[in-house]
């Protein structure tokens, strides 16, 4: 007999309709679900503003490519093209989940618009994205349960591992997908002569139920879509209590991510930095003085820990974990402001609480976190405001005190003399003699050499090769001499915001008063200072790019290299590569001089250089760590077949230099400068 | 010139220390032909030894064996001095710990001048005083003067005046410890905590032995600490061979390490460049060695030599082992 | 418990370099940069600690004229309640006594419980400390590393030769000069000065001193500094030649010279 299908909505249990308990569940589902949501909203409203509404063009691009392209997802191959799969069937199911609520009250019931046409090509879609969803699903249970990889791995220190919730999760996912198949099974299976899609898991489910008594398919269909409903409302409902809230808040926090890197939030948006003064407070001393994106952020952390895995500190064991800034971050909000009962009173410093000092401290703001994290979380902010609020304590390690007392007194972090800031002109040769400030000389162009390249023996090498570059290159520069303060990169990165904006007003004063038309750095770290920290108005240039120039338009001919049995590799520096964007032109100025063999550190450069251990004052701080950084740097370009490094900064290239003698490979391995290459590679 | 000078005379298991020999030779420059009173305070059998021995040197000690006195307390020994000493003394003390904490209240009692961390000085002229001092961590020195009309209190740096020949007459022994009691404190010694081995503070070290990569293998640091203990010295080094963990931080000179203001510092296989030697401070003896005749640190040293550390290292330290 | 902490501006021991200035009377003071005394900064970061611990009043005092204010303007951003200039005319080319004198007046003026000094300063003469102590006979200890207790009697540690320290019981009021090391200063930033840049401090003089004038000035200085010099140096190094043997005899020589076998 022909059987119609006991739609759940039809269906009658001990007297009870069973629409209205497929009513209850949803109306209690969403009535639980937005309570949640406001206890979550409430704490982004009481924290610090953050203006991240413009630039609507620019952000909607963002979530474009970073969240629904999942652009960074595939940089962790396996783990990111799961991922994929597992996101674009959540897209795709979500259409069906929705009309399945509908189903439990309603006989029928289509989304709007999704009749005829465009109704079946979704059918056909949702069926194979629920087949491969199931799939990835169970891969990636393997994954977490089995293979386990190295960066879920949560230290014994910091609470029990983080497994079990995402099996139960995955769990769920599965279950959602089994129930809606086999619910989807069960109404073809009862009507016969209508086929399900092959390959598919309703398409399984409909051949193990062929022959199967009508009223047994129509009281399974209603018991899968019980299954379902539930699982469905319990999985909304437990999305806002752990990582998988990203699942909703990551949208939101690609649309108001970082739009451009090199930059440091100022100590509060709504204050300009004349009125700071007036601030009872500096930085981020609790939860509620972070900004609401960096609140947000915690939501949205999906725990997958490439963040940590990319993090230098991490990699030579200092006590910095950048996941767990936001793991731990996120516990205390969630421990502060909790879905139910009062908001937690009474103070909570964060660092001497979740956070400790040489945790926040050891961060070099390299940025691999940033670049790496695929829902656009931020690090380097929260740490600077951490450590401001560290600096007005006092609560600065010793270390660090005295090279920020010579900035201040001296304007260079070992307290040498001012008026030797300009000493190294006199070693540049070549007929060249570099104008300065001090003498009223006058150029269109200014180089900005800041501390480092002036004033360490080594490093006044590259200044003097970077003077002749830009003599041979034609350009008419001046330097500031002994007006020149440090560019106070790191002194603002460290939390010094007030020696910063000093060190920046001096120096901006001294700039201006000179009028050029460009600014040229040899240093990264003045670079970026000079470009985003400063606003100075003048466009501001690298000399690799300066170099490329001068190399396209001839004025710069390289001569053959001097020993071409050399490998010669390039070692991206931060601030030049990730934060700035420039990775090209240091390399087609090595790779112009003929004859030179280049080799890339695979899967370490670029975007994903690691941190040679950090310029400006990382040089004076001394961490808790297992190695240094620059060894490890060293071994991947041994390992990539070089035996010379090529930097273009000058705290690359010491950190390079020491870890050469550190890991015994004198006489194997040397460093050089960018700048030094090429001036030394240049026909007469 | 009628004055009476006195030196106070550290002592440790009833032997005067070197600094008596040192004081003792700084008095009879400021004062030819001067007969200095050796002054020994302390507790029991020791105190008489060390007093004849001093006496010895001298010429003449007085002693003063005090239960109090047995732990050196400049708070006790101030007033004792103060009552023992005749008007118009000048007291010598050596610049140590003791010195520091006894001289400055012990001149302001006696209401004389304080000359203090004396380096050198020239024979009085009539009741002037004129000693070399040095200031900024021993930067630039400078001539002090006083009038010792009433008396005066100095304090002289260890190695500032080469030990004076010791006499070979008994010398004579006054007892003075009546003058010893009924000394109120109100400090009171209660004990001391020695170092904790292996804990040394390179910073208050007179000389050290300081190692660089030119050393080569970790092994090799064995060496530098041969010679080290030979010396009597401590061994430092520069980053590098923290870095290496091969010694501990807390034996690291530099700009980004510890600041040292020895008297003598050897710097092996370092090449000088500024984060090291940033880190030494008041000009030391700088016996620099290196194989590489151009490396900085013969711009900075006193001495240098071009050497295999490896062939030097061995042979000084025997030599200096032979020479003790 | 109400501290006094008695500090110095001196050329910053490390960011200089100190040289005879012309003349011999003097060091060169062009392009000197000037900080509060290291070891004065110990004695307060170890005042603002005991303060923490058991109540009252930290005041720090200097001696000099408006420039020495930005230190103790620097010590009240670390967390001093107070601050006092002891400024005049007559005060200037004070010995060591001179000053102790100057500051014995300044402390009898308030009600302290315990005064605290560097152990030493740029002229590593290290004697305003025991001075100010025997004037005011209060107690004195030198080269103090540790500070415990509180009303009555304190437990203190001094820093011995070798590292060995010296534990003993002192009765308060006492003075206490203060070695490096005992404690982490806290870092005091830009932020924190301004913070107190218009918080007024007390200036006393001669006068209210009670000070004769004369009594204390270069005049009645009993040690006078003659001159600066710099002591005849070689230059470079004084390379040594010869069979490792013959280096390593002349090194030893050398060695014994200078003080440099123990």
Known sequence: ?????????????????????????????????????????????????????????????????????????????????????????????????????????????????????????????????????????????????????????????????????????????????????????????????????????????????????????????????????????????????????????????????RLEPGHVKPVRHDVRDADLDKLETFGVKKLEDFTWKHLLDFYSCADCGRCSDQCPANRVKRPLSPRFITIKGRGHLFERYPLAGPQATGPAPLVGGIYSEDEIWSCTTCGACEEECPIGIEYIDKIVDLRRGLVEEGRVPPSLQKPLSSIEKRGNPWGKLEKKRADWIAGVGDGLKVKTADAGDAAPDLYFVDSMTSYDDRMQKIAQATARILGRAGVDFLILGKAEKDSGHEVRRYGEEMLFQSLRDENTQAILDCAPSRIVASDPHAYNALKHDYELGVPVTHVSELIQAGLRSGKLRPKPVADPTRVYTYHDPCYLGRHNGLYEAPREAIDAIPGLKRVEMAGACRDRSLCCGGGGLNLFYEPEEAQRMGVLRVAQAAQAGANVIVTACPFCLTNMEDAIKVAGLEGRMEAVDLCELVDGHLQA | ????????????????????????????????????????????????????????????????????????????????????????????????????????????????????????????????????????????????????????????????????????????????????????????????????????????????????????????????????????????????????????????????????????????????????????????????????????????????????LMELLPELTTQIQKAK | MEILVCVKRVPDATENEISVGPGGTDISREDLVYAVNEWDNYAVEEAIQIVDRVGGNVTVVALGDSEAEEVVRREMAMGAGQGLMLVDDAFRGADGLGVATILEAAARKGAYDLILTGAQADDGAAQVGGMLAALLDWPYASLVNKIEGEAGTLRIGRELEGGTQELSEIDLPCVLSIQTGINEPRYVGIRGIRKVASVEIPVLDAAALGLAAGAVGGAAAKARRLDYFIPAAGAGAEMLTGSTRELASQLVDLLKLKGGLH
């Open chain 1, 1 to 257: 007999m022909p059987f119609a299908f006991l739609s759940p909505a039809s269906a009658v249990y001990l007297g009870v309709p069973a629409r209205l308990v497929f009513l209850l569940i949803p109306l209690a589902g969403a009535a639980v679900f937005i309570h949640m949501m406001i206890r979550r909203v409430r704490p982004l409203l009481a924290a610090a503003p953050d203006p991240r509404f413009g630039d609507v063009p620019a952000r909607l691009w963002l979530v474009l490519k970073l969240w629904l392209a999942q652009w960074r997802q595939p940089r962790y191959f396996v783990a990111g093209a799961l991922h994929i799969l597992l996101f674009f069937a959540f897209l795709v199911l979500g259409l069906r989940s929705t009309q399945l609520v509908f189903l439990g009250f309603m006989e029928t019931f289509t989304l709007p618009g999704f009749g005829g046409e465009l109704g079946a090509c979704y059918n056909v879609a949702k069926d194979y994205a629920a087949t491969v969803c199931l799939l990835s699903v169970v891969l990636l249970a393997w994954r977490r349960g089995v293979v386990k990889p190295e960066r879920y791995k949560v230290p014994a220190a910091l609470g029990k591992d983080h497994t079990g919730e995402a099996l139960l999760v995955l769990g769920l996912i599965g279950t959602l997908l089994v129930s809606e198949s086999l619910f989807e099974a069960c109404g073809l299976a009862a009507a016969p002569g209508e086929g399900a899609w092959a390959g598919t898991l309703a398409w399984a489910f409909r051949h193990l139920l062929a022959g199967c008594p009508g009223g047994f398919l129509g009281h399974l269909g209603v018991a899968a879509y019980a299954v379902h409903d539930l699982t469905f409302f319990y999985f909304l409902c437990l999305l806002p209590r752990g990582k998988h809230f990203h699942v909703i808040t990551s949208l939101f926090n690609v649309f108001f991510m």
């Open chain 2, 1 to 308: 010139m009628a004055t009476k000078v006195f030196a106070l005379i550290a002592h440790n298991a009833g032997q005067p220390d070197d600094s008596a020999l040192e004081l003792l030779a700084g008095a009879r420059t400021l004062f030819p032909g001067c007969a200095p009173v050796a002054l020994v305070a302390g507790s029991g059998p020791d105190v008489a030894a060390a007093a004849g021995a001093a006496a010895a040197a001298f010429g003449e000690a007085w002693s003063f064996d005090q239960a109090q006195l047995a732990y050196p307390n400049a708070e006790l020994l101030r007033p004792l001095l103060v009552k023992a000493l005749p008007p118009g003394a000048v007291v010598l003390l050596p610049h140590s710990t003791l010195g520091m904490d006894l001289g400055p209240g012990l001149s302001v009692k006696l209401g004389v001048p304080y000359l203090p961390d004396v380096v050198g000085c020239q024979a009085s002229e009539g009741d002037t005083l004129t000693v070399v001092r040095q200031e900024y961590t021993g930067q630039v020195s400078t001539h002090v003067q006083a009038q010792a009309g009433q008396g005066a209190v100095l304090t002289v740096r260890s190695g500032a005046f080469a030990p004076a020949g010791a006499g070979s007459a008994p010398g004579r022994v006054l007892d003075k410890s009546a003058e010893a009691e009924g000394l109120q404190a109100r400090r009171r010694f209660l004990g001391v905590v020695a170092a904790q081995a292996g804990d040394v503070d390179i910073t208050r070290e007179d000389v050290l032995v300081s190692v660089g990569r030119g050393i080569g293998e970790q092994e090799n640091v064995a060496l530098v600490e041969e010679l080290a203990e030979a010396m009597g010295a401590a061994v430092a080094c520069s980053r590098p061979i923290v870095d290496a963990k091969w010694l501990d931080k807390s034996r690291q000179v530099g700009t980004s390490g510890l600041t040292v203001k020895p008297k003598v510092y050897l710097a092996l296989g370092i090449s000088g460049a500024f984060q090291h030697v940033g880190g030494i401070k008041g000009s030391p003896f700088l016996v620099a060695v290196n194989k590489n005749p151009k490396a900085p640190i013969f711009q900075v040293a006193s001495v240098g030599i071009v050497a295999d």
